[in-house]
């Protein structure tokens, strides 16, 4: 019996090289064969205001869409202030999503300031389910030098 979507939050598509996508991949396969949850592959997209549906060469449904993140890896003063600006319509595209696809988990791999955007979500009450973050040897070891501000946001999401 499903039970809402899981979705699996990626740069790239699932069938991309590498330990992180193969970690995905077995997850994407474990939900599809369990009946647990419908798998699903998020791809952050910034030209996609709306969700993109398609199903990758490998066979898995993937989405892109936008996740506008609070922060970046530049980190201009600004973008704080610019984004709680655009809060409210981030909320509703968020939202909308969410109740589309049944979202009930979101699990960010390789994580990076689109994560940063589900830990937010849950936060301010525009989802309700788990987020996971799935760190991996160098999401670890970036976080682990980070300093001021930077290290705060990260630690209260780790502990979010």
Known sequence: M??????????WELDAVGGVSQVAAELYRHFEQSGEFTP???????PALQPIDAIDRS??????????APVDDNWPPYQIARYLG???????????????????VVNCHYIGPHALAWVLAKTTGVFR??????LHGLDIRTIAVM?????????????A
């Open 40 to 46: 699903r592959v998020l791809i952050p997209h910034w």
């Open 2 to 11: 499903q039970h809402g979507t899981y979705l699996l939050v990626l740069p």
């Open 147 to 159: 300093r001021g501000v930077r290290r705060r946001i990260w630690r209260y999401a780790l502990e």
């Open 86 to 104: 655009l809060l409210p319509a981030e909320r509703r595209r968020i939202r909308a999503m969410v109740r589309r696809y049944d979202v009930r």
């Open 129 to 134: 389910g788990k987020v996971i973050l799935s």
């Open 59 to 68: 066979g898995a449904r993937t989405t892109r869409f936008r996740l506008r």
